[in-house]
């Protein structure tokens, strides 16, 4: 048996991935935004800092924990406030969740969770939904100045 290289593997994961985000009834604006995630091209201020519409001076940092420099990995997953809404989540999802490295191995993970056809599409809705809802969030606190409760991010 011959085994493909980790690359080539990376490759064909994010390629159904990527083919998979589009098969969700999900409005088109938040597939659309999904899909910009898994590229990285959501302006998170990392990615504004790289541009340069931004520098590091005006802050690079993350709005939700005001800890660490903001890009989408940080913002999305191991930030304390999306954390805290993925750990919640997965509770009421009755699922347990290791936080993974990176979002892609978050819908893989959402995806394999469900025990069904029918409810992989509901927990890919769900993955879809909550990182709408942290980028909303954000964006309501940095253009708004309106901090979004946690209680309400997760219980939308």
Same mark, same amino acid.
Request: glycine fraction near 4%; charge should be positive.
């Given at each position: 048996m011959h085994m493909l290289p980790k690359l080539q593997l990376k490759r064909l994961m994010h390629m159904v991935i990527f083919k998979s985000i589009w098969e969700i009834p999900?409005? *088109?604006k938040v597939i659309a935004f999904s899909w910009q995630l898994l590229h990285d091209r959501v302006p998170t201020r990392d990615n504004l800092i790289l541009r340069g519409i931004i520098t590091q001076d005006t802050g690079g940092i993350c709005v939700g924990c005001? !800890? #660490?420099p903001e890009s989408s990995r940080h913002l999305f997953m191991h930030c304390k406030v999306a954390h805290s809404v993925w750990y919640e989540i997965s509770k009421w999802l009755g699922v347990v969740i290791v936080m993974p *490295?990176?979002? #892609?191995h978050l819908f893989d993970y959402f995806s394999a969770a469900a025990f069904s056809k029918k409810s992989r599409k509901c927990f890919r809705l !769900?993955?879809?939904s909550v990182l709408w *809802?942290?980028?909303?969030a954000r964006n309501n606190k940095v253009f708004n100045g309106i901090v979004v409760d946690l209680w309400k991010l997760w219980r939308w």
């Amino acid at each position: 048996m011959h085994m493909l290289p980790k690359l080539q593997l990376k490759r064909l994961m994010h390629m159904v991935i990527f083919k998979s985000i589009w098969e969700i009834p999900t409005p *088109s604006k938040v597939i659309a935004f999904s899909w910009q995630l898994l590229h990285d091209r959501v302006p998170t201020r990392d990615n504004l800092i790289l541009r340069g519409i931004i520098t590091q001076d005006t802050g690079g940092i993350c709005v939700g924990c005001e !800890v #660490f420099p903001e890009s989408s990995r940080h913002l999305f997953m191991h930030c304390k406030v999306a954390h805290s809404v993925w750990y919640e989540i997965s509770k009421w999802l009755g699922v347990v969740i290791v936080m993974p *490295s990176n979002l #892609f191995h978050l819908f893989d993970y959402f995806s394999a969770a469900a025990f069904s056809k029918k409810s992989r599409k509901c927990f890919r809705l !769900v993955w879809h939904s909550v990182l709408w *809802s942290i980028w909303k969030a954000r964006n309501n606190k940095v253009f708004n100045g309106i901090v979004v409760d946690l209680w309400k991010l997760w219980r939308w």
